[in-house]
């Protein structure tokens, strides 16, 4: 089984390391941004029990650049955190409705694989300002997380329900707002233009 996973894990890796030349070509897409916003419910009690996660604070700057190696280690934290992390409901997991936190007992749900991926990508070097929480709202019409990584090739979604690593415009989601780049603490809109869909959620 162990052989099986890791043989698909390879193969996937081998996709995606694939799709950076489409990313270099296709030419950086970004989302519009505004305003400040309200932070999420569970984003803030996150920041109450840990505040150094949310004190991040950063110039306005460039996007990080997006190298054949950047972009195989985004890849392979995206696959791993969402082959070891298994889906769990807060309710399930916490016995309460919203709660943010690492997954620390291999267990979560959309925003729990998210603030992992943020982490661990933190952890290998990428500015904490190319790594932003998003809040959108799937075609069904529920909230979902992901967490967004600013390139320099424009800006790619990693997902807890989707395999592959995907520029934010090729995903079917309606984008509401997200970490602001300068403030991990701050939220900020997001004018996705490609819906007339407004919503906000917890």
């Not at 004190?55 to 972009?71: D, I, Y």
């Not at 298994?86 to 979560?108: C, F, H, I």
Request: glycine content about 8%; proline content about 4%.
């Amino acid at each position: 089984m162990k052989k099986t996973r890791g043989k698909l894990l390879l193969a996937a890796m081998a996709m995606q390391l694939s799709a950076w030349g489409s990313a270099y070509a296709a030419g950086p897409a970004y989302m519009h941004t505004g305003g400040r916003t309200t932070q999420p419910v569970g984003h803030y009690e996150f920041c109450q029990r840990i505040p150094g996660e949310c004190s991040e604070r950063t110039r306005r700057g460039a996007p990080v650049e997006l190298t054949r190696k950047l972009w195989a280690t985004i890849v392979n934290i995206n696959n791993s955190v969402n082959t070891r992390i298994k889906p769990r409901t807060d309710m399930e997991n916490y016995g309460v409705e919203e709660y943010w936190a690492y997954p620390a007992n291999g267990y979560g749900d959309c925003e729990d694989y998210a603030l992992e991926k943020r982490r661990e990508l933190m952890d290998a070097g990428v500015p904490a300002g190319n790594l932003l929480m998003t809040v959108a709202r799937q075609p069904n019409g529920d909230g979902h997380a992901v967490l967004t990584v600013r390139t320099s090739l424009g800006e790619f979604i990693l997902d807890n329900l989707e395999t592959k690593v995907l520029s934010w415009t090729d995903t079917d989601y309606t984008y509401l707002k997200r970490q602001s780049d300068q403030n991990s603490g701050v939220w900020v809109t997001i004018n996705d233009g490609r819906s007339d869909a407004v919503a906000s959620v917890r």
